[in-house]
């Protein structure tokens, strides 16, 4: 008996990605009003981040629900694959090339702020900015590293051992 198995659907794979095509476009207009909302927002009442909340825990929110659910699924592995296929530059060393430039800039801008601001000789300044320099380098580059970085490996790691766990499982059948 079948009181508790669901009837098995018959699908239209043209009719399914059509049906994502247009959940595509509206995430991006989503994402479009909230990127209008906090310009706007900004625009009229400043840059105070706690006028753009909402948006941000929407923004951010999307993004980390993405993850999780792709490598609790195990697409994250074939996403990657995928992205590593075609790009010229794979994505574990796009996660370290970025924010190591990132660092590297907000370095350069500290050390420059630093050096214009506060030096009052010509050698204070080339000292102000060495060290600021450095010690910037020092702090945000393995920091940034670990936000962006940490959470992109574990997660791939997580979703090879689900992806390699359903291999398995469809080689016993």
Do not use: W
């Not at 030096?119 to 940034?144: D, G, Q």
């Amino acid at each position: 008996m079948k009181f508790f198995k669901g009837k098995t659907k018959v699908v239209d794979e043209r009719i399914v990605n059509m049906q994502n095509k247009i959940y595509r476009e509206i995430y991006m207009g989503i994402m479009a009003v909230c990127i209008a909302s906090i310009a706007v927002k900004f625009y009229l009442n400043g840059a105070d981040l706690k006028n753009v909340t909402t948006e941000l825990v929407i923004m951010m929110g999307q993004g980390i629900y993405y993850i999780i659910r792709s490598t609790s699924m195990g697409l994250l592995s074939s996403e990657v694959e995928m992205h590593n296929r075609n790009s010229s530059m794979s994505l574990l060393k796009k996660n370290i090339i970025i924010p190591a430039i990132t660092g590297l800039g907000l370095a350069v801008f500290f050390a420059t702020n630093s050096a214009v601001n506060f030096a009052e000789t010509r050698e204070e300044s080339i000292y102000y900015f060495i060290s600021v320099f450095f010690i910037t380098l020092l702090f945000y580059i393995p920091f940034i590293l670990i936000i962006f970085g940490g959470p992109f490996l574990a997660a791939k790691r997580i979703s090879d051992k689900i992806e390699s766990k359903e291999l398995e499982d469809d080689e016993k059948i």
